[in-house]
């Protein structure tokens, strides 16, 4: 029985584990709401007089409003409203200005009386924490009960937290997985999103992150297919995603997911651990894939969406739809993306309402490539995570020769996504100091001043220069050392 | 006003309803948010987010004072206009001089300017240098103003003139607010003040106020200085708890199911040093204590970040917060204060671009059509210091009379040399102002001339007064929820 559970349980912790016990943590323990976990605690201290006299206590929680004279000493407006207003409040206003002042105050059971009469009007009174005995004036031992409670919650779904606990629940609220934070866009990104192609990419970890994806959502259509990755699979927070970090050049959002329908909460964010993406986009049209590709594209093009503000709730729709059928592209400019690498982190200028996504477009091409490989290749991080060093894909600008059809030899500076990490960065930089020195004013053109250039291509140098004197020593440590 | 008299319950349960036996099969209700809008204003937001590329510190202050003269003048020349033109002092026409310089003894006019206040007692850096060689410790004051001795100036591109006269006394005035004053220059070659004017409330836009019957609230919460030790108040768990619903009977609930935001307005993190570390300080260690990267990682102490981390994603779960930083947090220091890093915070990170987000301070914010002004109090604290008299909302009202919620930047409150504008100034009221980290709670409902009206909030700091501020989106109406433990010596 229901009874005996809690009964027992509170027995176990309190009587014989000499623990205390807050109706929050008592809800997650026994999985039920928190107003009936203060009533469990109320039906176990009125029990426990006379089971286990003098070994249970209770602290209790008033909330209401508290008379004038007992209000805490820092409440000016409460004095001032007593005496005749003063110069500091209009007449007019103060007399419109009513503040009403609510009070959650936490009693061991012997104040209880006592501080009940300090309230002019009581709201609720409810068993707060039960303990073996009665607990310090700072309540500090409580803090342990938090400290379990929010271990429990941080790995459920914000959505079942509410349901099971009735925490009041946010539509807005999504957690998403570790390693996969939303890169949250700058505004300028946003704006940009025309297609541009994309030179294939060396084969990645598809397998990997294929799998990573569907765990990370539910499909919402099971597809009749055998598939062998886990349908509906839940989250998995201690999934490795070290190739999903933040290193990449890449630019994702949330998908807005207000308005969708309830399935949709354990849609995994976008990550920005990859480089190229499907992207759905409602006005694009749609490339057809073969049906047998069909169910990776969705995991894929769950991962990424587009969205215009007002339009979400149809674009959702309609993605489903189109899930089965089909890849499409979005697409942003390189520079920013670059931007958005320098300002990791920081979100501004987010509608908490609007999602704005953005995603690298993909070589429509590579459409007829085979296609259970291509979405992978487009879409998974193309080295192994080396260490703490960034790595992925980097825009560089590249000299192309060509010869034009008059048979002269031109030359196009076009940008091209090409992979790098950190390391090789720095092992380049030492080999050829002279030959990345051409390409570094390209490279600092979007520096305010012509001056800065110079001075940040000279540092540049100097710190190669360094790194060369240091014999090739490659660690930051050298910096500080000296 | 009549507290006393009994308020009559609007809950339908006993209060002592939770005080019963469970019952087999109940259900409980659930409540749920409402889906709102909750955006930052990004015109004034970005200027106050400076990008690291473009961030350069070459340039002098003296382009922001330039730019607030600029934009300041014409509008304190349009009320200074509407106020004196035609009048006529001494059968004397007073007229507007456009140049400071420019003013003739005996002459009765009108000069625009910027006020400079040279304080003897302000800290100066010279002084003290010069007072390192001295054994004398520095006496810490809580206010520099020395009303004696303090000479109250007005510049302009031109130049500058000495103030006087009993008007320019009674008046609060900051050095770097952009004033209008009326009167003559006098035989020692200052300006006699006979009126003085101010730019007045910005334009307010017009609110959409919801037709709706369910109420919407903004809540404020600020120095909740969350260390992570042992000994940390409990209070805050609390404020958590009744924020996330779980607090309280069902009217709780109810009512805290009403708020739609969340901002935590500074200094969320304790800059106490655990006891720990303290114990780890003497001398024979500190030698000893590896230094890797130019400091001793050792004696960081991570707790704070991480109970203030592990508290706001629980709360990111149920509703949506805005983390500002204070003079205390881990940001820059000068104003305007940058976001702080999500990094900082990884466990609420996950919340990012969904319901967690990080701002500036200071910060604009429209919720539901409400236009809100957040500083982390640092601008008011300044004024404090260099002005007598301690009527807080008093000096938030004349900053935005000013037209500028930081006046001081870049006196005395450190700021970035901002070279293209002045993103301190207000080009509209807003109709929530609220400054954190105040010592006391305080609230007053501001009227402009063009029917304006601004919520004014003193947010007291919850680390000392557990209260946090509610503010309703419709009505602008305030309420003050208090968290305490009884028997804490409180009260």
Redesign the interface.
Known sequence: M??DL?NNFLATRIVHGQEAIT??LLSRELKV????A???L??FH?SSLSLYPHKVHATY?I???KC?A?T??????MSD??SPPST???TD????????????????EE?LEE?KSTF????????YSLEPIRLP????T??EC??RV?DI??DQD?EA???T??????????????GQ??Y?QP?SAVKNVQPKSKPPHPKPEIKQELSLSTKRRPLSKPSSKSSPFPVGATQNPDRPTTNEDETSSDNI??EK???TPPKETTLP??KSGTTQSAVMKKSKSTIPVSRSSSQVSQELQTMFSSSEDENDGDEEEEEEEEQEKSVTVGTETPKDVIGAI????????????I?ITNVKSEDIEMETAPPLEEPGEQVADISPKKGAHRRGRRKVTKAIHTKDANGFLTTKYEEVWESYSESDEETINLSKPASTRSSTPIKMS???APTKEKDVAGKKENGRKKKQAGGGQSS??SF?NK | MNIMAPVASTSTLDSGYLLSDPKEDETFPMFERRASSRKLISKYNDEFVLKNTEKTYEQQYASLYFLRLTVLKPRVSKVAAEAWNGMSILNQEVKAVDRVLDVRQGEFCWIVGTVYIEMTLKPNILDEITKEFWTTAPISKDKFADPENDAIMLEDESGRVNLVGSTIKSELLVTGCVVAVLGSETTSGDFDVVDIRFPQLAPQLPRKMSTGHERKYVAVVSGLEVSGDVHESYETSMLFEYLMGELGGSDDSKHASEIIHVIVAGNSFSNRRSPLSRDEESPDNSQKRKKKYGYDSSSYNSKPTEALDSLLADLSASVSVDIMPGDQDPTNYSYPQQPINAALVPRSRRFLGSSFRSVSNPCWWDIEGLRILGTGGQPIDDIFKYIEGDDRLQMMETCLRWQHCAPTAPDTLWSYPFRDCDPFILNETPHLFFAGNQPEFKTKIVVGEDGQRVRLVAVPKFSETGKVVLVDVDSLAAEVVTFALNGTGRD
């Open positions: 229901v009874n809690y109706y929050r709401h928190t107003a009936l203060k009533r469990y109320f039906a009125a929680i909330s209401g409003q004038p007992t805490i000493s820092g409440d000016v407006l409203i007593s500091q409040l209009d206003v103060a007399l419109e200005d009513e503040i009403v002042q609510t009070t959650f105050e936490l009693v061991p104040e501080a002019r009007k009581i709201d609720c009174i409810h068993v004036k700072d309540f500090i409580l803090a938090g400290r929010r919650d941080l914000p937290i509410s349901k606990y009735g925490v009041i629940s946010e539509p807005s609220a999504k957690r998403q997985q570790l934070v939303a949250v505004k959002k949330k997911l207000e308005s964010v976008m320098h300002e990791s982190f920081i979100s501004d200028d987010i509608d908490l309402s999602d979007s520096s305010p930051l440590m500080w």
